[in-house]
């Protein structure tokens, strides 16, 4: 009994292992170097956001 469940899940972990493999995503992982990042700057966006609230008054 012990032998026939360690031998059927050593057989699901093999298939598991099977189908990994031939479902990984086959797209190129290469980057230009040449591209430059892109740059948010945050505090820039604050000040222009702080320009359109109104004065809560209290």
């Not at 740059?39 to 956001?49: I, W």
Request: glycine share 4%.
């Amino acid at each position: 009994m012990l032998i026939a469940a360690l031998i059927t899940i050593s057989l699901l972990v093999g298939i598991n292992f099977a189908l990994l493999q031939f479902s990984c995503n086959k797209t190129d992982k290469s980057r230009k170097k040449d591209k430059q990042p892109i740059v948010l700057h945050a505090q820039q966006l604050a000040n222009e956001n702080s320009e359109r609230l109104a004065p809560t008054g209290s």
